[in-house]
């Protein structure tokens, strides 16, 4: 028997357990992945090995100290008010730490949780109701129809558009953004993404203003800044050394953040400094093409800031950029720039380094 085990009243699929090897017999049914995650948690081992999933550089293992997802699973636990017999849907691949700790929370808090294929619509094939759930931005995009069937859900692993967000403000369900990395066990952060005038603090919370718009740190996590202003972690019940980040964020309090961008992509352009990611999301409203801005060598400036648009050149939206009254005069490019096609990743992200290099003299 492994050191550690799981709360009597876990279910999964509907189905209860009176021992891990029982469990295991189970979940060899379910997939490979789900199998070989619960083989490892019940192992005499201290800690599992999880892969990176690569986002912000290299793909990499690292191992996780298996008290230390526990005491992840229970302040998550708190911060949601999702105890015992919670009814939870698993919809994440189990190869990545989110869905692994789905499986964790489901153990230690002992929930009810159904596991259905990683899909981009996950709630299409069922009825079932559930009290809580994870997914990514696209699974929640395509699952608008469905999603009342979620009371509270966390999105992550990627940015959540302002269009989503306006398209989710006045549904049932309690929708959530993560802030967190593999390395702090998922999120240490979170905000809510819709019907926000509920919050404390009334209307300003919404997503108009999204000044007042911040991530809450999750149970044990204190916050703090670099002289980079990056946004510093210390959270010593899920990661032994305090996390130094690139997130460039506006700290509101020592639980509290509004973030800003990341550090690798700040643009210095004649000492002002610019976060591409801040102004994306302004320009978001006017352009429906792919789009992102950037800094290019500048000899005057150091940096000048331009936009590239995927797709023909289009006068509309060289007019429309121009005269956007939310950007300040820093925020407007200088010149911007028309590509039939960006270069991307595997998985459909752009190579911003690389569609850049097509546009710039070599």
């Not at 925020?331 to 380094?353: G, L, S």
Request: aromatic share 8%; net charge positive; with cysteine.
């Amino acid at each position: 028997m492994g050191k550690f085990t799981f709360h009597k009243s876990f279910q999964l699929n509907g189905v209860s357990f009176s021992s891990e090897e029982e469990l295991l017999r189970y979940s060899r049914t379910i997939n490979v992945s789900v199998f070989s995650f619960l083989s490892e948690w019940f192992a005499k081992e201290d800690v599992v090995v999880v892969q990176t999933s690569g986002s912000t550089g290299k793909p990499k293992l690292i191992p996780l100290q298996k008290a230390y997802m526990v005491n992840s699973a229970k302040a998550t636990g708190t911060f949601f008010d999702i105890q015992e017999n919670t009814t939870a849907l698993l919809c994440l691949s189990t190869d990545y730490i989110a869905g692994k700790m789905m499986l964790v929370r489901a153990l230690v808090l002992g929930w009810k949780l159904d596991i259905v294929e990683a899909v981009s619509n996950p709630l299409r094939e069922t009825n079932k109701h559930y009290d809580f759930s994870a997914m990514v931005p696209m699974q929640l995009q395509n699952s608008l129809k469905e999603i009342h069937q979620v009371k509270k859900l966390i999105v992550g692993g990627g940015a959540v558009s302002n269009e989503l967000i306006k398209e989710i403000q006045n549904l049932p369900t309690a929708i959530f953004a993560t802030y967190g990395m593999t390395e702090t066990i998922t999120h240490i952060a979170v905000k809510k993404l819709n019907n926000c005038a509920s919050l404390t603090g009334g209307i300003t919370n919404h997503p108009a203003n999204k000044e007042n718009f911040h991530y809450k740190a999750l149970p044990h996590v204190q916050l703090s800044q670099d002289n980079r202003n990056c946004l510093v972690i210390d959270a010593p019940k899920v990661a032994e050394e305090r996390i130094v980040t690139n997130d460039v964020v506006r700290l509101i309090s020592t639980t509290s953040f509004e973030w800003l961008g990341r550090y690798d992509n700040v643009i210095n352009s004649g000492g002002v400094k610019l976060h591409p990611e801040k102004i994306e999301e302004k320009l978001a409203n006017i352009i429906t093409h792919r789009f992102f801005v950037a800094g290019i060598p500048d000899k005057r400036l150091g940096e000048r800031l331009i936009l590239v648009v995927e797709g023909k050149e289009n006068s509309v939206i060289s007019n429309e950029v121009s005269n956007l009254a939310v950007l300040s005069k820093y925020e407007i490019p200088k010149e911007i720039y028309f590509i039939p096609k960006f270069i991307e990743t595997a998985t459909k992200k752009i190579q911003r380094k690389k569609t850049l290099a097509k546009i710039l003299p070599h």
